[in-house]
């Protein structure tokens, strides 16, 4: 069975500051696509950033970054210069290459304090 | 364009009785998905359609629950007899459907079920 587990539930930075995200998952599987989700309060979830297992570089969106660590199984998302908009839950998913459903975190809580 | 929509947006409901929850996929997305988010918990996988098929039902927790879709489009979930920890947040998401390199889901805003 597939896993995904953010270790921290809630975060909080200060405007403008750099915060980074983790998240690690458990897998047997070689091919996959990870994805980091954020949901504000509209509850709409909104697709931040996506990495293929297959390749070696990190995904860059703007001020979004991945640090891909494919040994350790880890896949944290980074911040830039974050923004009051960015306040929002957090989801690390999972899914595999072939399969449909994306497994989730537990979720990180981040707020952005002017 | 449109995005995915879902209705109601929330529903209270008594313990015991039927709920129906809808959702509205993007035009031309032949994959759809229900997804259940409880109380401070990360999304549950529940069912994924491609066209009006399921081909994968596996996280529906119980009989109680079931889905249809219809004209490759419009998709309800249903629950049946309600439960309290039926409550939760119930999320659809639809895709170009697989096979595609970049399948990507879009979601809705979600149907808020309080079961009392």
């Known amino acids: 069975a597939q896993t995904v587990t953010q270790s921290q539930p809630e975060m909080s930075v200060q405007e403008a500051e750099t915060v980074t995200l983790s998240c690690t998952y458990d897998t047997s599987e070689s091919n996959y696509y990870l994805f980091w989700y954020k949901q504000p309060p509209s509850r709409q979830m909104i697709l931040v950033i996506r990495?293929?297992?297959?390749?070696?570089q990190n995904a860059t969106e703007n001020r979004f970054s991945v640090n891909f660590q494919k040994a350790a199984k880890s896949f944290s998302l980074k911040i830039s210069d974050s923004q009051l908009g960015d306040t929002a839950m957090y989801f690390c998913?999972?899914?595999?290459?072939?399969?449909?459903?994306?497994?989730f975190g537990q979720g990180t809580r981040l707020t952005i304090n002017p | 364009g449109a995005g995915v929509s879902q209705s109601p947006s929330n529903k209270v409901t008594e313990k015991g009785k039927d709920v129906e929850l809808r959702c509205d996929p993007i035009?031309?997305?032949?994959?759809l998905y229900w997804y259940r988010q409880s109380l401070g918990q990360g999304l549950e996988f529940l069912i994924y359609?491609?066209?009006?098929?399921?081909?994968?039902k596996s996280g529906l927790p119980s009989d109680r629950f079931s889905a249809e879709r219809t004209g490759g489009s419009v998709s309800t979930l249903t629950i049946q007899r309600t439960q309290q920890e039926d409550s939760a947040v119930y999320l659809c998401?639809?895709?170009?459907?697989?096979?595609?390199?970049?399948?990507?889901?879009?979601f809705g805003p979600g149907t808020r079920l309080t079961v009392l």
């Open positions: 035009s031309g997305h032949t994959a």
């Open positions: 998401a639809s895709s170009l459907g697989s096979g595609r390199s970049n399948n990507e889901q879009f």
């Open positions: 998913a999972f899914r595999i290459q072939g399969a449909q459903k994306l497994v």
């Open positions: 359609f491609q066209g009006n098929s399921a081909p994968d």
């Open positions: 990495q293929e297992a297959y390749k070696q």
